[in-house]
C-alpha cells in the first residue's frame, strides 16, 4: 500500500507561476523525500527533509514538513516548461532509511 | 560513475515467456531495490537487497517473481512464465546505506506481454 498521497493528482498552470503539491502520510517518518520523473525516465530526487526540520529551501523549490499533520508541500517558484514531469514523495521510517515509500504522484504540467 | 544501469530497457514477449530483467548499481552502494511502475498502483516495492542479502521481498507478488544478487554489481529479476498482467515498467535503484540518503533509480525496463 502507498504510505504517501499526493494532491492534486494533476496540475496544470502557465509558466512563471508557481506549483505548490502537497504529500500526506501514515506512520512515523525520520526523512521525507520529493523525487521528480520525467515521461519515459526513471525518478531523480530534488530534495529530502529530515523529520526535525519543517522547511528546507534548494534554487526554486520549497519544502516544508509538518509532522503533526503528517504532512508535506513542495513549492516550485517560477515554473518553467521543463519542470513538467511527475512529482513523488517518498517517505523513510523510523527504523531505518534504506527502505522508502513512494506516493501515487503528482503530474505537473506547465503550459508555455 | 554512470550510475544505476538496466537492461534491456524495453522487452516485448509472449505470454508465458521467461523475462529476465538486469540491474547494475552504483559502485560502492550496498543497498539494491526492485520496483514496479503502473498507471494503477503507483510505484510498488517489489524487493530490496541489503549486502546483497534479501531484506524485504513482502511486494514481490507471487512465485513467478524471483530476484537475485549474486554480488554487489549485479542483480536480475526474472518472471517465469510471464503474464500480460506483468506488464509494466520495472526500476532497479541503489543506495549507500549507514545514513539518510538519497536512492539513484536506473531508467528502467519497460516490460509489455502480450
Known amino acids: 500500500s502507498q504510505q504517501g498521497e499526493e494532491d492534486p493528482q494533476a496540475l496544470s498552470i502557465q509558466e512563471g507561476e508557481n506549483a505548490t503539491m502537497n504529500c500526506s502520510y501514515k506512520t512515523s517518518i525520520n526523512n521525507l523525500q520529493w523525487y521528480r520523473q520525467n515521461s519515459g525516465r526513471g525518478l531523480v530526487h530534488l530534495i529530502l527533509?529530515?523529520?526535525?526540520?519543517r522547511e528546507k529551501h534548494s534554487g526554486r523549490l520549497r519544502v516544508t514538513l509538518d509532522t503533526s499533520k503528517k504532512s508535506s508541500s513542495l513549492l516550485i517558484t517560477a515554473s518553467r516548461a521543463a519542470d513538467t514531469a511527475s512529482y513523488f514523495c517518498?517517505?523513510?521510517?523510523?527504523?531505518?532509511?534504506?527502505?522508502?515509500?513512494f506516493g501515487t504522484g503528482t503530474r505537473l504540467t506547465i503550459i508555455p | 560513475d554512470a550510475g544505476v544501469i538496466q537492461s534491456p530497457r524495453h522487452e516485448v514477449t509472449e505470454m508465458g515467456q521467461e523475462v529476465t530483467l538486469r540491474c547494475k548499481p552504483i559502485s560502492g552502494h550496498n543497498s539494491l531495490f526492485w520496483y514496479r511502475q503502473t498507471m494503477m498502483r503507483g510505484l510498488e516495492l517489489l524487493i530490496y537487497?541489503?549486502?546483497?542479502?534479501?531484506?524485504?521481498d513482502s511486494g514481490m507478488p507471487e512465485d513467478r517473481f524471483s530476484a537475485k544478487m549474486p554480488n554487489a554489481s549485479f542483480s536480475t529479476l526474472k518472471i517465469q512464465p510471464s503474464e500480460p498482467r506483468d506488464s509494466a515498467v520495472y526500476f532497479c535503484?541503489?543506495?549507500?546505506?549507514?545514513?539518510?540518503?538519497?536512492?539513484?533509480f536506473g531508467e528502467g525496463s519497460w516490460l509489455t506481454v502480450v
Open positions: 535503484a541503489s543506495i549507500q546505506t549507514g545514513f539518510v540518503n538519497t536512492i539513484y
Open positions: 517518498a517517505t523513510g521510517s523510523n527504523f531505518g532509511n534504506e527502505k522508502l515509500t
Open positions: 537487497f541489503n549486502n546483497n542479502v534479501p531484506i524485504d
Open positions: 527533509i529530515r523529520s526535525n526540520e
